[in-house]
C-alpha cells in the first residue's frame, strides 16, 4: 500500500483530528512494526521523548510523529515519510487494522458440538469442535464459539461477541454485544462465599449472575464470580486484562482498564474510567470514584476519591508515595546520622 493511500485512510478515520503530513515522498509500505523493530517498507510511531531519538536511527520508510517540528524536520532530512497527528498511538492503532485483521471463521456448527436441543441460537454463528451448549441458552448473531468452550444452562450472548478456546460461561450469566472474551476466562462461577460456625465454615450458594455489557473485553484466565445474591456487572466498553479475580457482587464502571493481577474483593464498586495498574488489590466493600487511576502493586483498603492517584501498599496519594519513596532510600544515611546525635547525647 503506498503511503498516500495510508494516509487518506487515517485522514477519514481520525475525524475531527486533522493530520500534518510530509508530502514529497511516496513510499510503498507493506506492513507496521515497532520503531526499534521497524525495516525498510514498513511504517511506525514516536510517541513521547522517550522514543524521540530514535527518529535519528529508526530504518522505518514510514513515521506517525507527534506534532514537534523538530522530530518532523529531523525525519525529513532522513527522508522518512511522516505523518503529524496529536495522539500518534491511536493512530497507528488505527493503522495496524490496515494491514492485519485477526482471523474470523466461517459460519458454521461443528459436528462434534453438543446443543441442546432448546437452545436459540442466532444467525451466521460459528461453534467450533467440541463446543458444549446446555439448556436455555441464547445466543445471538454473528456470534463466534471457538473450541472447547462450555455455555451453562440459561446463558445469554449477545450479537457479534467472540468466546476464545477453553473458556466457560457459568449458569444464568448474560454478556452483551461485541464482547470478547479470551481462552481460559471464566465468567460467572461462584463466588468465594462462606459463613463461619462453630463447626466451620458453612457455604453460601451464589444464586446470582454475572452481566458484561456490550464491548467488554475479559483476557485468559481471568475470572469473574456471581453472588450469592444480585449481580456481578462489568459495564460497557470495560476491559480487563489476563489473570485478573473479580470477585463475588462487584460492580465495575464503564471505559475502565483493569491490567494483568488485579484483584478486587467481594463488593468492590469502581467508578468509570477508572484504570488499575498490574498487581492492584482491592479490599471488601471498598469504593473506587469516577477517573481514579491505582498504580502498579498499589493495596487499596479504603475508598478512593474520583480523579486521585494513589500509590503504595496500604494506598497514599500518588506525590506522598513519592516523597516516601526518595526519603526510603536515604533510610541508611539517616539512621547513621540518628545513631551519631544519640551518641553525641550521651557524651
Avoid at 521497524?38 to 536511527?57: Q, R, W
Amino acid at each position: 500500500m503506498k503511503f498516500s493511500e495510508i494516509v487518506q485512510k487515517l485522514d477519514s478515520a481520525a475525524q475531527c483530528n486533522s493530520l500534518s503530513v510530509q508530502a514529497d515522498l511516496d513510499p510503498l509500505i507493506t506492513g507496521v512494526a515497532s520503531v526499534d523493530q521497524a525495516s525498510n517498507s514498513t511504517l511506525s510511531y514516536i510517541e513521547g521523548a522517550k522514543f524521540a531519538p530514535m527518529v535519528g536511527t529508526t530504518t522505518a520508510s514510514a513515521l506517525i510523529l507527534p506534532r514537534d517540528e523538530t522530530l518532523q524536520a529531523q525525519a525529513t532530512a532522513r527522508r522518512i515519510a511522516w505523518i503529524g497527528a496529536s495522539e500518534p498511538r491511536l493512530l497507528f492503532a488505527k493503522a495496524i487494522a490496515l494491514f492485519y485483521q485477526s482471523w474470523q471463521p466461517s459460519p458454521e456448527i461443528h459436528p462434534t458440538a453438543v446443543i441442546h436441543p432448546n437452545a436459540q441460537l442466532g444467525h451466521n454463528i460459528y461453534i467450533g469442535p467440541h463446543v458444549v451448549i446446555q439448556v436455555g441458552v441464547k445466543i445471538g448473531d454473528g456470534v463466534c464459539i471457538h473450541p472447547n468452550v462450555v455455555i451453562y444452562p440459561e446463558v445469554q450472548i449477545g450479537d457479534r461477541t467472540i468466546l476464545h478456546a477453553n473458556c466457560t460461561i457459568h449458569e444464568r450469566a448474560r454478556i452483551g454485544a461485541d464482547c470478547v472474551i479470551h481462552s481460559g476466562a471464566v465468567v460467572g462461577a461462584e463466588g468465594f462465599g462462606f459463613v463461619p460456625t462453630p463447626n466451620g465454615w458453612l457455604k453460601m450458594e451464589q444464586s446470582g449472575c454475572t452481566v458484561l455489557e456490550d464491548g467488554v473485553e475479559v483476557g485468559c484466565n481471568t475470572t469473574i464470580d456471581r453472588p450469592a445474591v444480585g449481580e456481578t456487572r462489568i459495564s460497557r466498553n470495560t476491559k480487563i486484562d489476563n489473570l485478573v479475580q473479580i470477585g463475588h457482587g462487584c460492580q465495575v464502571g464503564e471505559n475502565c482498564a483493569l491490567a494483568a493481577q488485579v484483584g478486587l474483593a467481594g463488593g468492590v464498586k469502581v467508578g468509570n474510567r477508572v484504570i488499575l495498574a498490574g498487581q492492584v488489590g482491592v479490599a471488601n466493600q471498598a469504593k473506587i470514584g469516577d477517573g481514579a487511576i491505582a498504580t502498579a502493586k498499589t493495596g487499596v483498603h479504603k475508598d478512593v476519591q474520583p480523579g486521585t492517584i494513589v500509590s503504595g501498599y496500604p494506598a497514599v496519594a500518588h506525590k506522598i508515595y513519592l516523597k516516601a519513596s526518595a526519603i526510603y532510600q536515604r533510610l541508611p544515611e539517616m539512621y547513621q546520622t540518628l545513631r551519631r546525635v544519640q551518641q553525641s547525647l550521651k557524651d
